[in-house]
């Protein structure tokens, strides 16, 4: 296999919200940096979480710490990243049935982390579909993040500072020599090239696969992989963000996420961290709990259920799911004999700003370099160019100069990183008619439509093979237009 080499400072391995958020931060520092990414950007959690700019409220009696930076880090990023944040507000919302002690406590911590809240009357919700059973209204300021944009915008905004990322680019060993990190040995599944990179420090910001890439450096990490599943529904149900106002627990959270509602979670172990999918019986646990809060839920069409893996931190195993906090870890592996090696775990979507400036700052002190992180006043705005042209999705309003531009990056190549990039096939026909337009539409510029289709249909179909209801007419449909061609539940044209 041909070999190559690069050097840089710093290494970062992973390429969601964390990993772009550290990326950006040590551009803006001057300091050297590539990214890389095994797959495409926000292939984790980063592409597959709930979609909350949270306020805090949620943590505000079970993780005081996690909620106190979740309402600085909100302030700020409504601030700084206007165009990938929707100021919806949210609601926390007592029913008739809901402990009043509990209510109590939260008030109390709300108070003590600095969350505003007021508490509103039943005439001033405003939110149809909700339950006439609430005891108690409280609103707070939690907001909609759309979290592909997000990671393009910080990834994108690092590159024009200099910053290098490489994307399906494997971290396949950390290198050592005297006990002090060298550089990592990647390949580039594209080019089929393995490439070594020397630097002077790694960052690993892998998500739920730190451990592993803490393994390939000889370093245990005591992860608990949780798996959070959601609901996706084909409108918007609330105008602000619902929250159930008691002890969190699985389904109490409704998210209006541009023309769609999401509906998660759940706290489960999951059966496999790589393609992770919510089962039948976490669906119908959403439906039901969600339903106390929305009685209708049921009558709405499902677009679809995806889900994602936390890789929360405990070094106490007796620790289960949702009672490990959720404030996050910043690991010198000094300690545990390996110089300039650091690995970035937990915390929030809504935190990554500070856990990257965090990291970079334990970066710095490794360089013995003074410079202070700008992050907080750094306004990122979207420069993402492409906008339309002739139009290939219609649910989302996605053309070929949005697809032109990406494909121009050389970042995202196939169907589905132009889907995470531009959100084609997202909208309410699930790729149903826009697929056939993209596949033709690759296929004029040189590339295999055909098999890009087959790939981007398999995973539109993954989140839908469960539907209910209106669903399953549309997926009827999809199927019709497209068993000719392929068998949906696997990769790969029909015969073979
Ligand atoms: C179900 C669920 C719901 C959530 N809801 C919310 C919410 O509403 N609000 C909120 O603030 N937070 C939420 N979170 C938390 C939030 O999603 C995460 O904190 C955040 O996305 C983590 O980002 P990350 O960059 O650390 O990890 P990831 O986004 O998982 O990124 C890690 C990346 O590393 C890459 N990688 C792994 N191994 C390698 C390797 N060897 N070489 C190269 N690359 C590699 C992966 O491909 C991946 O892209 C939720 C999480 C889940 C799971």
Redesign the pocket.
Known sequence: MPQKFMKTDVVV?????????ILLDLSLRGIDAIL???????????????????SGGRYAVSDPESAKE?IEENLILKKIMPDAIEDTGGLFIQLIEDDDTFVFEWLKGCQKAGIPVKEISWEEIREPHLTDRVKRAFLVPDAS?D?FLM?NLLAEAAKERGARVKTY????EIIAEDSRVSGVR?LDKRANQEITIQANIVVN??????D??AE?AGIALPIQP?????LVFHHRLTNRVINRLRKPGDAD?F?PAGPVTIL???SIKPEHIDEPSASLEEIERLLDIGAELLPNLKDHRILRSY?????LYSSDTVDEGRDIS?S?HIINHEKDGLKGFIS?????????RL?AEKTVDEVCGMLGIDVPGITADTKISRTIKGITGQLLCDCESVGTNDLEYWLNTNEALGLNDLRRRTRLGMGTCQGTFCGYRAAGYLTDRGRDGLEELNSFLYERNKGTRLSKGQQTVENALNRAIYLGLFNLNERGPKDG
């Open positions: 391995i992973g390429g969601g919200v964390t990993g772009t958020g890389i990414e095994k797959e495409d950007l926000a292939n984790g959690a980063s592409g597959r979480f709930h979609g909350l700019l949270h979740c993040i979290g990671v680019t494997e971290v396949l990647v910001a892998a998500g739920a696969w730190v592993a890439v390939s949780n798996q959070g599943s959601l959270i998210v998660g979670t759940t889900a994602g893996i936390r890789p959720r996050f970035v775990l937990g915390g929030k979507l809504t935190t990554y856990m």
